[in-house]
């Protein structure tokens, strides 16, 4: 039985994984944490954390789960590179499952989005990505985005720091060949909208996934959060729970 740690009990997607671990037999929800509250206290009651928060708490849910032995599902975005290191540090240690994002849809587009590269290549087709969010969302780009940037280097030899472009202002002068546009889009309560555009002279093939309910992530994250209950320690993704790898 997991006995699940929900962080963040307040917040949007905090609420949302409340809701979707009630509905999952295999979870018990046995403490939640918000802001101010004892961490501490929290983590000694589960043997998994669901962590949808802010970057800045990341270093300490890692702290106590190491000390603890407990499992993580952290869906959190917008790490730094030493947070980040952090985690692979950790998942040394821990298993973890570490996702930007945790729609079965959204998996499902990496997916396609690697094939298509490979398919599409930048020989012929240009490359941009978009994505909208609600007004509400700190980070940009959005993680999703940033995995789907990530995945287009992989597959192009293209590099995130010199060939990323984040939106375009002025005369900037013809688009050099290997570069890859990235459009961030905020406003009213858009629970997220991704985009990958393929376009070429003649033709232009798009991938999209919009979802409509928070409660698609957090049901992905509840089935990680049963998925990982009896893996040895490690990073793991959604790709993996999915079996897409």
Not at 44 to 67: G, M, P, S, W, Y
Not at 81 to 91: G, K, P, Q, S
Not at 122 to 140: L, P, W
């Amino acid at each position: 039985m997991i006995q699940l740690l929900v962080t963040g009990k307040s917040g949007r997607m905090g609420q949302a994984v409340l809701q979707a671990a009630s509905q999952e037999p295999a979870v018990t929800v046995a403490s939640t944490h918000d802001s101010g509250e004892s961490l501490t206290a929290a983590i000694t009651q589960a043997n998994t954390v669901i962590d949808f928060t802010v970057h800045k708490f990341t270093r300490e849910l890692l702290d106590a789960a190491l000390e603890k032995g407990t499992h993580l599902v952290i869906g959190t975005t917008g790490h730094t590179d030493e947070e980040r290191e952090a985690i692979h540090e950790a998942a040394k240690t821990l298993p973890i499952v570490y996702a930007p994002n945790f729609s079965i849809g959204v998996n499902t587009l990496f997916w396609l989005t690697q094939k298509a590269a490979q398919i599409l290549t930048q020989d012929r087709f240009d490359i941009e990505v978009t994505e909208m969010h609600h007004r509400h969302k700190i980070d940009s780009p959005s993680g999703t985005a940033r995995r789907l940037l990530e995945i287009l280097n992989e597959e192009t030899g293209t590099d995130y720091k010199k060939d990323i472009v984040h939106g375009r202002f002025g005369n900037v002068g013809p688009r050099p060949p290997r570069e890859i546009g990235m459009h961030t889009l905020r406003g009213g309560d858009v629970v997220g909208d991704h985009t990958v555009m393929f376009a070429a002279d003649g033709e232009r093939v798009e991938l999209t996934h919009k979802a409509s309910s928070r409660l698609t992530f957090a049901a992905g994250a509840v089935r990680a959060a049963v998925w990982l209950y009896d893996k040895p320690a490690g990073l793991y993704d959604m790709q993996d729970v999915l079996g897409l790898k």
